[in-house]
């Protein structure tokens, strides 16, 4: 692969990169989703068991993720009407509408643009990548998959839910973080904020680490 044809990696904290495509909902670009939360993912290839599986689960969840500003958009490789396909299969054998677009990405030009394709797994697949978009079109987290393992879909709802928290508060969620539990202050940056921590109000184990709840 020479190194125009190469996957770039986006990065954190840092815009999206744009997009233009044709999706089984019309045509889609980054733009469309402004001031909502979007979540991409790709997957390997249509008509594969694992991708399936997955696919009913973004759908069902699909309601839950919508009540939080959240927009879902699925990816492969495959062609459009191969795209149009499977979603009737999928409603066909297993009952599930699949209610969220999906970008046909022959030219793999969305793949590259978002480091979806590795050539350690393949070099005409994507593998099982997430991005997590907010409402300014910054991306905000980025979880990779491999081919032979589903993702799971309840943690995605989870790892939405605590980065809103933390927008909305100005916290940090330790790990496993589920609501109702206590959130993490962000540690003092002086001597002096340090000095009085203990005394904030907060729940405090030692000057660096603070909880309280919301």
Known sequence: MDNTQQSTFPRLNEPAPAFSARTTHGDRKLEDYRGKWLILFSHPADFTPVCTTEFIAFAKAAPKFSGM???????????????LAWVRNIKEKF???????????????VARAYGMVHPGAADT?????????DPNGVLRAMVYYPMSNGRSIDEFVRLLTALQTSDANGVATPENWCPGQPVIVP???????????????YDTVDWYFSTRTL
């Open 69 to 83: 500003g959240c927009e879902l958009l699925g990816l492969s490789i495959d062609s459009l009407f191969s795209h």
């Open 125 to 133: 697949q994507a593998v099982r990548a997430t991005f997590f978009i």
């Open 95 to 109: 009952g599930v509408d699949i209610p969220f677009p999906i970008i046909e990405d022959l030219k793999m030009d």
């Open 187 to 201: 540690p003092p940056k002086t001597a002096e904020a340090a000095e009085k921590r203990a005394s904030e109000g």
